[in-house]
Nanobody
């Protein structure tokens, strides 16, 4: 059974930092590209960052310079370090795993991040 379990969310003041973790099980983690998405009420889930099987990263504009994605293939984990948080970063953050051939993808259940004073 495939599981992606996010953790590390919570309430943080503007300007603060959080580190999200996503623990994967039931998949050969090293062959999956991983990504972080976020979603606010009434809006579509949006991409935040991706990290490929070989560690290459991509960030959406809102995350550039503030967020850093990393992965530990030995621990089957992907991390998202978030710095200089603003209220606009408030969302549920989801972990996503994807492979191309064959096409398979999985979602975690999300972790709430709230940035507020």
């Amino acid at each position: 059974q495939v599981q992606l379990v996010e953790s590390g969310g919570g309430l943080v003041q503007p300007g603060g930092s959080l580190r999200l973790s996503c623990a994967a099980s039931g998949i050969i983690f090293s062959i999956y590209d991983m990504a972080w998405y976020r979603q606010t009420p009434g809006n579509q889930r949006e991409l935040v960052a991706t990290i490929t099987t070989n560690g290459g990263t991509y960030y959406e504009d809102a995350a550039k310079g503030r967020f850093t994605a990393s992965r530990d293939n030995d621990k089957n984990m992907v991390l998202l370090q978030m710095n200089s948080l603003t209220p606009e970063d408030t969302a549920v953050y989801y972990c996503h795993a994807e492979r191309r051939f064959p096409s398979l993808s999985f979602w975690g259940r999300g972790t709430q991040v709230t940035v507020s004073s």
